[in-house]
């Protein structure tokens, strides 16, 4: 069953989604930062989920760590769906009835 709570911000999803890939690699903040050509306090922003990147900083991002973005976005949807809440249930087709 999906998990409860309020979904998660993009740039949140975003930032875990980098963060965990970079670490998987055992890749430094300051290095990704540079071979991306941002500052390591502006990619520790993004990771935190603090700061919304442009497309182009998130290209940045994703070459410096060598994935691709179907990649990452892959990670993201995962995670997202993993916080979908339920439908409510549908209140089947038919006629109304009401009271005189």
Known sequence: M?????????????????RGIR???G?????IAERAGISPQY????ERGRKEPSSEMIAAVTG???????DLLTGIAGEVGRH?????????????LMAA
């Open 27 to 31: 890749g430094r903040l300051i290095d």
């Open 84 to 96: 979908r809440h339920p439908r409510p249930a549908r209140r089947p087709a038919g006629p109304l």
């Open 64 to 70: 410096a760590l060598g994935i691709g973005l179907p």
């Open 23 to 25: 670490e998987e690699q």
């Open 43 to 46: 990619l520790s922003e993004i």
């Open 2 to 18: 999906p998990e409860q709570g309020p979904e998660p911000l993009w740039r949140e999803a975003l930032g875990r989604s980098l």
